[in-house]
């Protein structure tokens, strides 16, 4: 058990090479176990950075109505990136090129119709 979750209750999943094939996989995982009968309700937890916690929120809403009859409970938790910080950010080439990244992202995102 970890901090009272026993170890069979919690997927990590791993095998993804980005934000929405994350999702869909995640999601693929709770669909396995809810078509088993197990279980009807999930509690998701979601960790990301602080600067790509909008969009996974995003991608992952628009996932979940595909899933009308799974009830998901959903945690968010944005960690810290040291040269993407709100006050931060905008000083370092680094931080102007993730948040320039993540803009585009959600803008061809939302062009696809996957936010």
């Known amino acids: 058990m970890r901090d009272g979750v026993p170890e069979n209750d919690i997927i990590i999943e ?3 090479t980005n934000t929405l094939e994350n999702m869909r996989n995640t999601l693929k995982a709770l669909t396995y ?12 937890i ?3 950075s602080n600067f790509h916690l909008k969009r996974s929120i995003a991608l992952l809403r628009n996932q979940l109505k595909s899933f009308p009859n799974m009830m998901v409970n959903v945690y968010w938790f944005g960690c810290p990136y040291p040269s993407c910080e709100v006050h931060s950010w905008r000083h370092s ?3 102007r090129r993730l948040v320039a990244k993540e803009l585009i992202r959600i ?7 996957k936010i």
């Not at 809810?34 to 279980?39: A, H, L, P």
């Not at 803008?107 to 119709?113: A, C, D, G, Y």
Request: aromatic letters at 8%.
């Open 107 to 113: 803008i061809q995102h939302r062009l696809t119709h």
């Open 33 to 44: 176990i809810y078509e088993e009968g197990t279980t009807t309700c999930f509690n998701l």
């Open 46 to 48: 979601i960790v990301t």
């Open 14 to 16: 791993a095998k993804s």
């Open 93 to 95: 080439q680094e931080g």
